[in-house]
């Protein structure tokens, strides 16, 4: 509790507010909304350095954290929290790349960086870095929300489908000597089955859905897959 209450302090520090908001999707919100503001503010101060190499890494940093803050910002207004909707808002914002490209404005020899431009870069990353954490938690509380629900859902179908199957197996000679016919008998093994088998057809469905959900948000941290540098190197 005393580590969260600190997290929330920083939060509070950094996006300067009194009170963080309580609802998580409205504190991560306020996160990317600070991000996006500290980039404005940095292309702002740093409009005028004459290195092209720092020109070309503030243009990719700034025309990658501004629009997405903001599609993330306006996904977030509305989100309900607990739903997938909530952290797949913020799945399309790359930290480990923006701190990446942070790192590389912060090599900049001092004499070149206007007068706050440090302080500003520091700052987004520290914010960067809140956010990722941010983000990871609450993909914790979405998986345990998950699993959960699943387990709730295999008791619900796991009751009927140990007594239907059951009934089957007990009753199977009883029901084939009442001679029902081709179409009901038909009817009603397929029922039966379905009935059997619906626990591993809800364990199959959220177990997909909670592998895809972890495949899609992979933590990298402040690395950066392979594939996302092969060309930053190449012009290296």
């Given at each position: 509790?005393?580590?969260?209450?600190?997290?929330?302090?920083?939060?509070?520090?950094?996006?300067?507010?009194?009170?963080?908001?309580?609802?998580?999707?409205?504190?991560?919100?306020?996160?990317?909304?600070?991000?996006?503001?500290?980039?404005?503010?940095?292309?702002?101060?740093?409009?005028?350095?004459?290195?092209?190499?720092?020109?070309?890494?503030?243009?990719?940093?700034t025309?990658m954290?501004?629009?997405?803050?903001?599609?993330?910002?306006?996904?977030?207004?509305?989100?309900?929290?607990?739903?997938?909707?909530?952290?797949?808002?913020?799945?399309?914002?790359?930290?480990?790349?923006?701190?990446?490209?942070?790192?590389?404005?912060?090599?900049?020899?001092?004499?070149?960086?206007?007068?706050?431009?440090?302080?500003?870069?520091?700052e987004?990353?520290?914010?960067?870095?809140?956010?990722?954490?941010?983000?990871?938690?609450?993909k914790?509380?979405?998986?345990?929300?998950?699993?959960?629900?699943?387990?709730?859902?295999?008791?619900?179908a796991?009751?009927?489908?140990?007594?239907?199957?059951?009934?089957?197996?007990?009753?199977?000679?009883t029901?084939?000597?009442?001679?029902?016919g081709?179409?009901?008998?038909?009817?009603f093994?397929?029922?039966?089955?379905?009935?059997?088998?619906?626990?591993?057809?809800?364990?199959?469905?959220y177990?997909l859905?909670?592998?895809?959900?972890?495949?899609?948000?992979a933590?990298?941290?402040?690395?950066?897959?392979?594939?996302?540098?092969?060309?930053?190197?190449?012009?290296?």
């Amino acid at each position: 509790m005393e580590e969260m209450q600190k997290f929330r302090r920083d939060v509070e520090r950094l996006t300067n507010t009194q009170v963080s908001p309580a609802a998580p999707s409205e504190f991560l919100r306020a996160i990317v909304r600070q991000s996006e503001s500290l980039a404005r503010r940095l292309g702002e101060r740093c409009e005028d350095v004459p290195d092209q190499k720092f020109q070309d890494d503030l243009a990719e940093l700034t025309g990658m954290i501004e629009p997405r803050s903001v599609r993330v910002a306006k996904a977030l207004e509305h989100a309900e929290f607990g739903t997938f909707s909530a952290l797949s808002a913020s799945l399309d914002y790359n930290t480990g790349q923006y701190l990446y490209l942070v790192r590389h404005l912060q090599a900049t020899p001092d004499d070149l960086l206007p007068p706050g431009a440090e302080e500003i870069l520091e700052e987004l990353a520290e914010v960067l870095a809140l956010l990722d954490v941010t983000r990871q938690y609450f993909k914790t509380l979405y998986t345990q929300h998950e699993l959960a629900i699943l387990s709730r859902f295999l008791l619900y179908a796991g009751l009927p489908a140990l007594l239907g199957g059951g009934f089957v197996v007990l009753s199977y000679d009883t029901i084939l000597q009442l001679n029902p016919g081709r179409t009901v008998m038909t009817i009603f093994l397929a029922g039966t089955v379905s009935i059997v088998f619906l626990p591993f057809s809800v364990l199959l469905a959220y177990t997909l859905r909670i592998a895809t959900l972890a495949s899609f948000t992979a933590d990298f941290g402040p690395f950066v897959p392979l594939d996302t540098l092969t060309d930053r190197r190449a012009d290296e």
